[in-house]
C-alpha cells in the first residue's frame, strides 16, 4: 500500500466532506448565523432537528453514493465481495432511509409537546455521524483507487 496515495486519499476525502457539508447544510448555517448575528439569540438545536434538515441531508448523501456506485460498478467491483456490496450498498441505505424517514414522520406528525427531543435529537446525531462515517470511508477507497488511473 502506497502511504502517500492513502493520505491524498484522506486528504481528498476530508476536503469532499467539509465542503459537502458546507453546500449541503448552507440553509441550516443561514438559521444559525441570523440567529446569533441578527437576533442574539441561541442555537435552536431543537427547530433544527425537529425540522429534518440533517435527516434530508444525510439520506441524500447515502442515496447519492448508493446511486453512484450502482450506476459505475467498476470502482468497487475488484476489491469487495458481492455480500459486502450488497450490504454496504443496499442494506445500510435502505436501513438509513427507513430511520430518516421514520424520525421525520415522528417530529411532523405530531404536537411539539409529545416529542420526546433528547431522544430524536441523539438519533438524528447517530444517522449523521454514521453517515460521514459512511461517505468518508466510501470517498476515501473510491479517491484511492482514482490514483491507479
Request: charged letters at 15%.
Amino acid at each position: 500500500m502506497n502511504h502517500l496515495r492513502l493520505a491524498r486519499s484522506l486528504g481528498k476525502s476530508l476536503l469532499w466532506s467539509i465542503l459537502t457539508s458546507f453546500f449541503g447544510l448552507f440553509q441550516v448555517w443561514i438559521i444559525l448565523l441570523m440567529g446569533l448575528a441578527l437576533k442574539g439569540e441561541k442555537i435552536p438545536c431543537d427547530a433544527l432537528t425537529m425540522g429534518g434538515a440533517l435527516l434530508f441531508f444525510s439520506t441524500a448523501i447515502v442515496w447519492s453514493l448508493t446511486i453512484d456506485y450502482h450506476l459505475s460498478l467498476k470502482t468497487f467491483n475488484s476489491n469487495i465481495s458481492q455480500l459486502t456490496a450488497n450490504i454496504i450498498f443496499s442494506v445500510f441505505p435502505t436501513i438509513m432511509f427507513g430511520v430518516c424517514l421514520w424520525l421525520f414522520t415522528v417530529c411532523y406528525g405530531r404536537i411539539p409537546d409529545e416529542i420526546h427531543s433528547d431522544f430524536i435529537s441523539s438519533i438524528e446525531q447517530a444517522v449523521f455521524s454514521m453517515t460521514i462515517v459512511y461517505a468518508f470511508i466510501i470517498k476515501t477507497f473510491d479517491f484511492y483507487k482514482e490514483e491507479y488511473k
